[in-house]
Nanobody, 124 residues
Framework: QLHLAESGGGLVQPGGSLRLSCVGE????????MTWFRQAPGKEREGVAC????????HYVESVKGRFTISRDDSRRTVFLQMNDLEPEDTGVYYC?????????????????WGKGTLVTVSS
């Protein structure tokens, strides 16, 4: 059975950092675009960072550029999201997802596999 498992969420003060991990169990990440989505309370799910499996390029939404870094280690079937200088607006449940596409795209319907999410709360 194929699934993704996120970890690393928690409570952090504004300006702090967290590192999220996502492990692919039962399948290799080599063939997938990997994306981190988040869903804030009362809002729609949005993609925040994406890693292409074709050229390992990364893409970020404007609100996280310069603060978040996505990376992947396909040999360990793991994708990471390093989040620095966190803001209260970054609060939400963070999901990793895998899509069998060739370029980054934040359309949720394209993603074949989803994790259950990990909660990130940024608050003083």
């Amino acid at each position: 059975q194929l699934h993704l498992a996120e970890s690393g969420g928690g409570l952090v003060q504004p300006g702090g950092s967290l590192r999220l991990s996502c492990v692919g169990e039962g399948f290799s990440l080599d063939y997938y675009v990997m994306t981190w989505f988040r869903q804030a309370p009362g809002k729609e799910r949005e993609g925040v960072a994406c890693s292409s499996n074709m050229d390992y390029s990364s893409h970020y939404v404007e609100s996280v550029k310069g603060r978040f870094t996505i990376s992947r280690d396909d040999s360990r079937r793991t994708v990471f999201l390093q989040m620095n200088d966190l803001e209260p607006e970054d609060t939400g449940v963070y999901y990793c997802a895998a899509a069998s596409i060739s370029v980054c795209d934040y359309s949720p319907g394209l993603y074949d596999h989803w994790g259950k999410g990990t909660l990130v709360t940024v608050s003083s």
